[in-house]
């Protein structure tokens, strides 16, 4: 006698089973990598302007030191480390805000001829409290950035005290 024909597995064939396996990894890869847009992350038209906005007290706190130094040459001297932080940070937020220019200087191009050293305070004081004000509008690297900055400019205060 020969033996009874065999029998396949109920329900589903090979091929079904193959092919329900690989729609099943291709779905699974797909939802692995595929990653959903960060609304977080899109920059809107009032960022942009904010930034802009930034950029211009950045620039205004820069001219303020060289206007300080111009008015006081020690004090210049003395300074000279912060404002070279300073220029670092405007060319950060450059960076950030590659398409836009500084409307206007957020301070006075001149340091008055009294205490220079108090003027060129209240500006940094200014400028931190600026940075750090639109930093809560921002998200993302721009909120990080601008809340460096304002973080970095309290340690200038600190040390113009």
Known sequence: MSPPPALGPPG???????????????????????????????????????LAAQLAVQDGLVAA??????????????VAELAAQARKQLDELRAAAPNSTPSAAASSSAAPAGDAKAW????????????AAACLDQSGARAALLGSIAAGLRGQDGRLA
Request: charged content about 20%; overall charge neutral; aromatic content about 4%.
């Open 65 to 78: 030191y060289d206007a300080a130094a111009a008015a006081d040459p020690a004090l210049g001297s003395a």
């Open 120 to 131: 060129l305070r209240a500006q940094v004081k200014a400028a931190a409290t600026s940075h």
């Open 12 to 50: 589903f064939s090979r091929r079904t089973l193959l092919a329900a396996s690989a729609a099943g990894v291709a779905l699974l890869v797909a939802g692995c990598t595929s990653s959903p847009v960060d609304e977080r992350e899109t920059v809107t038209g009032r960022q942009v302007d904010q």
